[in-house]
């Protein structure tokens, strides 16, 4: 029993050695994992809340947006900018102004939503679909040049179709054929053979004596070659 007494006596020491060392250590760690815990907790909470608030506010927005009532429209939506800038919400709603204040002749307004929604909103696919509605109303005010910037720069890959088509409108309003033929059969490629919007392009083509035929046979062409290189690479 006395060696037991001594063994346990030393473990006690080793014990009491090591808190003494390392046990601030140990609990300053404690804390910040827990802090951390409570933090992203509170956060998850205030994410919850902030999203409700604005899905509520974005509702009224929308119901408003029916009511054609300009000042109403603006009042809520600078408050869904002010209070809730970061939820998607947000963006939606600017996109939501921007088309009642477009039928509704207010194209400034219009342009001021969209304008927002392409600067602020901190989803890409938002600011990309900003970005090319403002380029169809600037192309619309035969404001050429600004409707080109904003079709400048990076955009998702799956809007490269989008933008070839719009970046074709404004080339050929400025005259610049070659280039719009170009910027057409671009988006003609990017876009699904299935896609309805192909229509369109091949009628844009065809009115550049375009004939769009030889590019979907390419595609064809280019489909069962990688097909036929999958299959081999299979086989060996």
Known sequence: MANLDLEEQEQLDQLKAFWNQYGNYITWALIAV?????????????????????????????????????VKIERVFADLKEKFPSTSYAPQGGLLVAKVQFEAGKFDEAKAALNWVAEKS?????????????????????????????????????????VADRKGDVLFLQGKTN???AEYEKAFKALDEKSEYRRLLEVKLNALGVDPKPLIANEKEASAAGQTAVSGAGKN
């Open 34 to 70: 827990l802090g951390a815990f409570v933090g992203w907790n509170l956060y998850q909470r205030w994410q919850n809340s902030q999203s409700a608030q604005a899905s509520a506010l974005f509702d009224e927005l929308d119901r408003v947006a029916q009511s054609k009532d300009p």
């Open 122 to 162: 901190a989803d890409e696919g938002y600011r990309a679909v900003a970005r090319l509605r403002l380029a169809g109303l600037l192309l619309e005010s035969k404001s050429l040049d600004d409707a080109l910037k904003q079709l400048s720069g990076s955009f998702p890959g799956e809007f490269s179709g989008l």
């Open 179 to 181: 280039e719009a033929k």
